[in-house]
């Protein structure tokens, strides 16, 4: 007995202290401190890029090699604390920080033959390359900014204005490894932190008042630029110092990498008269093509031209609607605005929006930014309209100097385009479109109509539903209008979302799901197709909400589901909702290619 006692104590003491080790190593993991790690016996892999590049100085490149060996370790402390660390900033950490910085596996989508056999005369403007961050994972950092100086021929590189944009260093330590590493780079790169998070547009349009290369570039803090990028940017620059360029971005799921790599081909950005945007298919062949506006993660533009628009995003909260002013006051001042599918760009894209907002102004930032946008470039009659949906003009009040000094910029430059121009020659209504969903309706049933109450008290973010005597049309109110989307729409800007136990209607995101709406014209149904639920009405309530399409016999009729018909009211040429590209605008056809 007393042998099997003390084998008992024994089992019992190994027990406590493998528990005890495994507390003591799991909170080592879930507390990893990039500041606090020190290395043993880590061996270098064939991924990490250990070759000496032509910018780095003895220094740097010992520096980076360090640095590369501490996020390929710390790569494997994340892999256990997965739920810490693989969420941060939705990106899956562990895997990106196990990439090399630079890396010759990614697959080239430029058209073949068109990109693959043309070549571009050597050109000698400087260049002045901008990337700002805030709470960026260092390894995205370090990607984006050795892949663009790796692409970027030493005659034309000018500068890096590297900017921290406020970021968390009590949370994100390695990102204090940025300054001393680019510090000893043997290229000029000026390296600034704000205390605080002042906000994209901001830091942006900062560097570039800054900048004093020829050509400003500006691109997103977690991109891998592709080589022989910068020669097909330029060469638009040079023979038009008006030109505003964006190579197009290729994209790469980065959480779990199923998918692999997606080629964007290319697509024109457009907008409705709500800058809603509108992305519009293009032929692959390769050809540089205009748009109305670009994406804001990598463009360039003379600094000569942006100094005569003053720039973009003048007095804009946070991020948005910046790369849609860029292109209206492009377009407007007698600039054109390309995408160029031999340059390519590879985005990382998150699972959520990375980038936390610094706010100056508080206010909605999307609505404050658009309705700037529209208030600075359109007419007081199309602001209204914006307006009534986003109920922005109290907090635009606050920046009437700035609209007024946009209005003094379009005047001083003569810029005589309107955006009816724009509209007229750059956009038109998709062709594809069908008759119905071109067109808008009011919703009619039992002799009444579906109307939309705005709800002061969300910032007019959810909208309920109600069954109204029918009025005159208004179109912030009961106008309705089916897309190629899926989704309907009220004012072009707000989506029958079917994710509320009471349907609303919020702000479009054009991504499915809770948004997709079905009309059946043969029952008068509508319905969401990923619940099989129709729209409804409870027994005694007054707003709509989603039920059951069909009615086993004897089940209960405390939910009634309507059959709606839809009522024009009017078409295509009131609505500029869903527009497209011309191929070329005969008024401006040879200016393009």
Same mark, same amino acid.
């Given at each position: 007995?007393?042998?099997?006692?003390?084998?008992?104590?024994?089992?019992?003491?190994?027990?406590?202290?493998?528990?005890?080790?495994?507390?003591?190593?799991?909170?080592?993991?879930?507390?990893?401190?990039?500041?606090?790690?020190?290395?043993?016996?880590?061996?270098?892999?064939?991924?990490?890029?250990? =070759?000496?590049?032509?910018?780095?100085?003895?220094?740097?490149?010992?520096?980076?090699?360090?640095?590369?060996?501490?996020?390929?370790?710390?790569?494997?402390?994340?892999?256990?604390?997965?739920?810490?660390?693989?969420?941060?900033?939705?990106?899956?950490?562990?895997?990106?920080?196990?990439?090399?910085?630079?890396? =010759?596996?990614?697959?080239?989508?430029?058209?073949?033959?068109?990109?693959?056999?043309?070549?571009?005369?050597?050109?000698?403007?400087?260049?002045?390359? /901008?990337?700002?961050?805030?709470?960026?994972?260092?390894?995205?950092?370090?990607?984006?900014?050795?892949?663009?100086?790796?692409? /970027?021929?030493?005659?034309?590189?000018?500068?890096?204005?590297?900017?921290?944009?406020?970021?968390?260093?009590?949370?994100?330590?390695?990102?204090?490894?940025?300054?001393?590493?680019?510090?000893?780079?043997?290229?000029?790169?000026?390296?600034?932190?704000?205390?605080?998070?002042?906000?994209?547009?901001?830091?942006?349009?900062?560097?570039?008042?800054?900048?004093?290369?020829?050509?400003?570039? !500006?691109?997103?803090?977690?991109?891998? !630029?592709?080589?022989?990028?910068?020669?097909?940017?330029?060469?638009?620059?040079?023979?038009?110092?008006?030109?505003?360029?964006?190579?197009?971005?290729?994209?790469?799921?980065?959480?779990?990498?199923?998918?692999?790599?997606?080629?964007?081909?290319?697509?024109?950005?457009?907008?409705?008269?709500?800058?809603?945007?509108?992305?519009?298919?293009?032929?692959?062949?390769?050809?540089?093509?205009?748009?109305?506006?670009?994406?804001?993660?990598?463009?360039?533009?003379?600094?000569?031209?942006?100094?005569?628009?003053?720039?973009?995003?003048?007095?804009?909260?946070?991020?948005?609607?910046?790369?849609?002013?860029?292109?209206?006051?492009?377009?407007?001042?007698?600039?054109?605005?390309?995408?160029?599918?031999?340059?390519?760009?590879?985005?990382?894209?998150?699972?959520?929006?990375?980038?936390?907002?610094?706010?100056?102004?508080?206010?909605?930032?999307?609505?404050?930014?658009?309705?700037?946008?529209?208030?600075?470039?359109?007419?007081?009659?199309?602001?209204?309209?914006?307006?009534?949906?986003?109920? !922005?003009?109290?907090?635009?009040?606050? !920046?009437?100097?700035?609209?007024?000094?946009?209005?003094?910029?379009?005047?001083?430059?003569?810029?005589?385009?309107?955006?009816?121009?724009?509209?007229?020659?750059? *956009?038109?209504?998709?062709?594809?479109?069908?008759?119905?969903?071109?067109?808008?309706?009011? *919703?009619?049933?039992?002799?009444?109509?579906?109307?939309?109450?705005?709800?002061?008290?969300?910032?007019?973010?959810?909208?309920?539903?109600?069954?109204?005597?029918?009025?005159?049309?208004?179109?912030?109110?009961?106008?309705?209008?089916?897309? /190629?989307?899926?989704?309907?729409?009220?004012?072009?800007?707000?989506?029958?979302?079917?994710?509320?136990?009471?349907?609303?209607?919020?702000?479009?995101?054009?991504?499915?799901?809770?948004?997709?709406?079905?009309?059946?014209?043969?029952?008068?149904?509508?319905?969401?197709?990923?619940?099989?639920?129709?729209?409804?009405?409870?027994?005694?309530?007054?707003?709509?909400?989603?039920?059951?399409?069909?009615?086993?016999?004897?089940?209960?009729?405390?939910?009634?589901?309507?059959?709606?018909?839809?009522?024009?009211?009017?078409?295509?040429?009131?609505?500029?909702?869903?527009?497209?590209?011309?191929?070329?605008?005969?008024?401006?056809?040879?200016?393009?290619?």
């Amino acid at each position: 007995m007393r042998w099997i006692r003390k084998r008992t104590e024994t089992l019992r003491n190994l027990l406590l202290v493998s528990l005890l080790t495994i507390l003591l190593f799991t909170q080592f993991h879930y507390t990893f401190n990039w500041s606090q790690l020190t290395l043993h016996n880590v061996t270098p892999t064939e991924n990490r890029s250990d =070759n000496r590049l032509y910018f780095e100085t003895e220094k740097s490149y010992k520096l980076r090699l360090q640095i590369q060996d501490k996020l390929l370790y710390g790569s494997h402390l994340k892999q256990i604390a997965e739920k810490q660390f693989n969420s941060r900033e939705g990106y899956n950490e562990s895997f990106l920080d196990a990439l090399p910085l630079l890396r =010759n596996n990614i697959p080239d989508f430029r058209p073949a033959p068109y990109c693959t056999n043309r070549t571009y005369t050597t050109s000698n403007t400087s260049v002045s390359v /901008i990337i700002n961050y805030h709470n960026e994972l260092l390894s995205l950092v370090l990607r984006s900014l050795y892949t663009v100086l790796a692409a /970027i021929p030493p005659h034309n590189l000018h500068e890096v204005i590297l900017i921290d944009d406020g970021s968390d260093l009590a949370s994100y330590h390695e990102l204090r490894e940025v300054e001393p590493l680019v510090s000893e780079l043997d290229v000029d790169v000026k390296f600034y932190r704000w205390e605080d998070n002042k906000g994209l547009i901001y830091s942006r349009r900062w560097a570039a008042q800054h900048a004093t290369g020829r050509a400003v570039l !500006v691109l997103d803090s977690h991109v891998e !630029v592709r080589p022989g990028f910068l020669g097909p940017l330029l060469a638009l620059v040079d023979k038009n110092y008006k030109s505003v360029v964006a190579p197009v971005f290729d994209f790469w799921e980065t959480f779990d990498h199923r998918d692999g790599y997606i080629s964007y081909d290319g697509n024109a950005l457009g907008f409705d008269r709500y800058l809603n945007w509108i992305f519009v298919y293009n032929p692959k062949d390769g050809r540089n093509f205009p748009t109305p506006a670009i994406l804001g993660g990598a463009f360039l533009a003379s600094k000569k031209f942006l100094e005569e628009i003053d720039y973009f995003g003048r007095g804009m909260v946070g991020w948005g609607y910046e790369n849609i002013e860029l292109g209206l006051k492009t377009w407007m001042c007698g600039g054109i605005v390309h995408y160029v599918p031999c340059s390519r760009v590879l985005h990382h894209s998150a699972q959520r929006s990375p980038i936390s907002h610094g706010d100056r102004i508080k206010a909605s930032h999307p609505s404050f930014n658009g309705g700037l946008v529209i208030k600075s470039y359109f007419s007081e009659e199309h602001f209204k309209e914006f307006e009534m949906i986003t109920k !922005v003009n109290s907090s635009l009040s606050v !920046v009437a100097d700035i609209i007024a000094a946009n209005k003094e910029m379009l005047a001083r430059n003569q810029c005589m385009r309107d955006y009816g121009w724009v509209r007229r020659n750059l *956009m038109r209504f998709l062709e594809s479109y069908d008759k119905e969903t071109s067109v808008a309706h009011v *919703m009619e049933t039992q002799g009444k109509c579906v109307t939309v109450h705005l709800q002061e008290n969300t910032g007019g973010n959810q909208d309920d539903v109600f069954l109204e005597s029918c009025s005159t049309p208004k179109i912030a109110l009961n106008v309705m209008r089916l897309t /190629i989307w899926g989704d309907l729409r009220i004012f072009d800007r707000r989506c029958l979302d079917w994710g509320y136990p009471a349907v609303k209607f919020a702000t479009c995101h054009m991504q499915g799901g809770n948004q997709i709406t079905r009309y059946d014209k043969a029952t008068g149904q509508i319905s969401n197709i990923s619940e099989d639920l129709c729209l409804g009405k409870a027994e005694g309530s007054s707003w709509f909400s989603k039920g059951p399409c069909e009615r086993d016999a004897g089940q209960s009729r405390e939910f009634t589901v309507f059959n709606f018909q839809f009522r024009t009211v009017f078409n295509r040429t009131m609505l500029v909702g869903g527009l497209a590209l011309f191929d070329t605008p005969p008024s401006v056809k040879g200016r393009f290619h």
